[in-house]
C-alpha cells in the first residue's frame, strides 16, 4: 500500500492528475476493508491536493467542492481515531483541511488547523517548517504584517536543515520563497521579490519540480510587469 500510494504521489507531482487520482481510488477499497486510517488519511489527503492545484488552474467550481469534501473526510478520520494514529498523520490531516479553506480564500477560518498541526506533528525540523510558512502566509494575510515575513523567513531556514537532495524539502523551500516573494513585492521591495522568485525558479527547473516551477514562472512574470494581483 505504501508504494501505491507513493505512485500515486509521483504522478500527481508530475502533473498527471487523471492517472494519480485513478491510483488513489483505486487504493481506497483496500484501504477501507482493512481499516488503515494512517492510509486513508494519506489518500484522502493527496486527492484533495489534486483538486486543490486544478482549482487554482481552471474556475470549476467542483474542483474546489472536491478540494474540501476529501480534505474535511480525512480530519473526521483523523478525529475519530487520534488513538490509533501518530502526531506526523493527524498533523497532515489538520493541515491538508486548512490548506482546502486557504484554497477557498477561508483565511481567517484555515489558520486554527495549521497551528493545530505544527502543535500535534512529530516531524521533522524541516518539514514543521513547511506548516511554519504557511502559518507565515496567513498571518500576513490577516494583518500581522511583521511577525508573518519573520515567521516564514523562519521557516525557510528550518526546511533548509534538512536534506538538500530531498524532493519534499525543495518542494517546500520553493513554496516559501514563493511566498516571500509575493510579499517582497507586495511591499514593493521589486528587487529582493525577483532576486527571491529567481533563486525559487532555478530550485524548481533543477530538481524537475513542475507545479513549483510553473508557480514560480507565474509569479516572476507578474512582479516583472509591476503587478501584484496575487494570493500569498
Keep these: 500500500m505504501e508504494e501505491r500510494l507513493s505512485k500515486a504521489n509521483d504522478l500527481r507531482e508530475k502533473e498527471q492528475f487523471g492517472e494519480a487520482a485513478k491510483e488513489y481510488t483505486n487504493c481506497l477499497p483496500d484501504l477501507l476493508s482493512t481499516n488503515d486510517f494512517d492510509g486513508l488519511i494519506h489518500c ?37 481515531n487520534k488513538e490509533k494514529l501518530d502526531g506526523r498523520t493527524i498533523s ?14 477561508q483565511i481567517k477560518e484555515a489558520l486554527p488547523y495549521f497551528e493545530k498541526s505544527l502543535s500535534v506533528t512529530t516531524a521533522s525540523v524541516p518539514e514543521r517548517g ?14 500581522e504584517k511583521d511577525e508573518g515575513k519573520r515567521t516564514i523567513e523562519e521557516s525557510l531556514v528550518d526546511i533548509r536543515s534538512g536534506d538538500m537532495n530531498n524532493y519534499a524539502i525543495r518542494v517546500w523551500e520553493t513554496g516559501a520563497l514563493n511566498g516571500l516573494a509575493k510579499i517582497y513585492a507586495l511591499e514593493n521591495d521589486s528587487n529582493k ?25 507565474e509569479i516572476l512574470e507578474k512582479i516583472s510587469s509591476g503587478e501584484t494581483d496575487f494570493s500569498i
Design 130 to 143: 513547511r506548516l511554519k510558512s504557511h502559518i507565515g502566509g496567513i498571518k500576513y494575510l490577516l494583518g
Design 193 to 217: 521579490a525577483l532576486t527571491t522568485i529567481k533563486q525559487s525558479l532555478e530550485i524548481a527547473t533543477n530538481h524537475n519540480l513542475s507545479i513549483r516551477k510553473r508557480e514560480a514562472e
Design 44 to 80: 484522502l489527503c493527496g486527492q484533495s491536493l489534486i483538486y486543490k492545484i486544478l482549482a487554482r488552474k481552471e474556475s470549476y467550481s467542483i474542483y474546489r467542492h472536491l478540494t474540501l469534501s476529501f480534505a474535511k473526510e480525512a480530519l473526521s478520520i483523523a478525529d475519530e
Design 92 to 105: 497532515i490531516a489538520y493541515s491538508s483541511y486548512g490548506d482546502a479553506l486557504l484554497m477557498d480564500h
